[in-house]
């Protein structure tokens, strides 16, 4: 028989000490792992969510911009678009975005602010001749047909497969308004 040393005694003592700690390890190395990937798929969302908050709010920029370049003073309705942020031509990438203009304020143009050579001031008068300006009096100190008006246009996008709105901006417009305007 041979005799056990106390040195092989403890070798087989620390064998299952090994695989204790080497277990334990495995088990917070996996937490780890699995908490990186939570914290993954979150950052993920975020990014997702704001990237789709950017497109509605260049959606809904878009969209107000093609108003102002139209002329929204004769008849300004809630006009709802689409518009593609893309340009791709698929469903996916196309906000319905509903811009409402609103007139804030408005003030009379005096006739002496007037050009009567010029053509777009040749609508503020009465008639296109210089005697006769179509206000009472006649006074050049008078006010015109014309106004500056103040307008506000608001945007709302709604991002595709979506019903809730993603996005609403906001923009002041400064635009004289033509007698035929609603102000």
């Given at each position: 028989?041979?005799?056990?040393?106390?040195?092989?005694?403890?070798?087989?003592?620390?064998?299952?000490?090994?695989?204790?700690?080497?277990?334990?390890?495995?088990?917070?190395?996996?937490?780890?792992?699995?908490?990186?990937?939570?914290?993954?798929?979150?950052?993920?969302?975020?990014?997702?969510?704001?990237?789709?908050?950017?497109?509605?709010?260049?959606?809904?920029?878009?969209?107000?911009?093609?108003?102002?370049?139209?002329?929204?003073?004769?008849?300004?309705?809630?006009?709802?678009?689409?518009?593609?942020?893309?340009?791709?031509?698929?469903?996916?990438?196309?906000?319905?975005v509903?811009?409402?203009?609103t007139?804030?304020?408005?003030?009379?143009?005096?006739?002496v602010?007037?050009?009567?050579?010029?053509?777009?001031?040749q609508?503020c008068?009465?008639?296109?001749?210089?005697?006769?300006?179509?206000?009472?009096?006649?006074?050049?100190?008078?006010?015109?047909?014309?106004?500056n008006?103040?307008?506000?246009?608001?945007?709302?996008?709604?991002?595709?497969?979506?019903?809730?709105p993603?996005?609403?901006?906001?923009?002041?417009?400064a635009q004289?308004?033509?007698?035929?305007?609603?102000?």
């Amino acid at each position: 028989m041979k005799r056990i040393t106390d040195l092989q005694r403890s070798a087989r003592a620390q064998r299952g000490a090994t695989l204790l700690v080497a277990m334990i390890f495995l088990v917070v190395l996996t937490l780890i792992v699995v908490s990186s990937m939570r914290t993954t798929n979150i950052n993920t969302r975020v990014v997702g969510n704001m990237q789709m908050q950017k497109e509605a709010e260049a959606a809904a920029q878009m969209a107000i911009e093609d108003a102002i370049s139209g002329d929204f003073t004769k008849a300004p309705k809630t006009n709802t678009v689409d518009v593609d942020v893309n340009n791709s031509g698929q469903a996916g990438s196309s906000y319905k975005v509903a811009v409402t203009p609103t007139c804030i304020a408005k003030q009379p143009i005096k006739t002496v602010d007037l050009d009567v050579e010029s053509e777009g001031d040749q609508s503020c008068f009465a008639t296109g001749s210089a005697q006769n300006t179509g206000i009472a009096g006649a006074s050049p100190s008078g006010n015109s047909l014309c106004t500056n008006a103040m307008w506000n246009l608001e945007g709302v996008a709604t991002p595709p497969n979506s019903s809730h709105p993603a996005a609403a901006i906001n923009q002041g417009v400064a635009q004289r308004v033509d007698p035929g305007a609603n102000c």
